[in-house]
């Protein structure tokens, strides 16, 4: 039993890690763009444009699991990313929205959702009602440190 549970463990942490996740949301001939900095959990710079992940709502500085999802979008942004507009182009802060996606095309909103680092939006978006349903199976399996 102890052996089962540490294979299970170690191969959660290695899916956990990696950044080759397959998502359902995907976008491998979406624009590509440098990041230069990760601000927090859902917002970063690329260039002089300062980009807020449209689909996600990660925890704040001082809020519980702001560090994990902060440590997270690093691992999957790395030095560059792929864009998606949503909607609306910018937010109330004058931040550029947009989906963000890996190198690879693999949605950086889904996979933090997922991982339980992320609560989506409820509000308005083309992917909201999918990234919905995403939260809901990741709370009720108690993913990640939001749950």
């Known amino acids: 039993m102890t052996r089962l549970v540490a294979i299970s463990a170690l191969m959660f942490i290695v899916l ?4 080759d996740i397959e998502t359902a949301l995907r976008c491998p001939d979406c624009h590509q763009r440098p990041v230069s900095q990760i601000v927090d959990g859902d917002t970063f710079h690329s260039g002089g444009t300062k980009i807020r992940i449209y689909g996600i709502d990660t925890p704040e500085r001082g809020q ?5 999802a902060a440590k ?21 802060f004058g931040r550029s929205l947009a989906y963000v996606f890996t190198s690879n095309g693999m949605s950086i909103d889904e ?3 997922r991982e339980g680092l992320a609560h ?28």
């Open 16 to 19: 956990a890690c990696s950044t």
């Open 120 to 147: 989506a939006w409820k509000d308005d978006g083309h992917h909201r009602d999918y990234l919905v349903d995403v939260e809901r199976e990741a709370r009720e399996s108690n993913r990640g440190c939001l749950w």
């Open 64 to 68: 519980k699991c702001y560090f994990e």
């Open 111 to 113: 996979i933090l959702i």
């Open 72 to 92: 997270r979008i690093r691992e999957l942004a790395a030095d560059a990313v792929r864009t998606e507009n949503g909607p609306r182009l910018a937010d109330r």
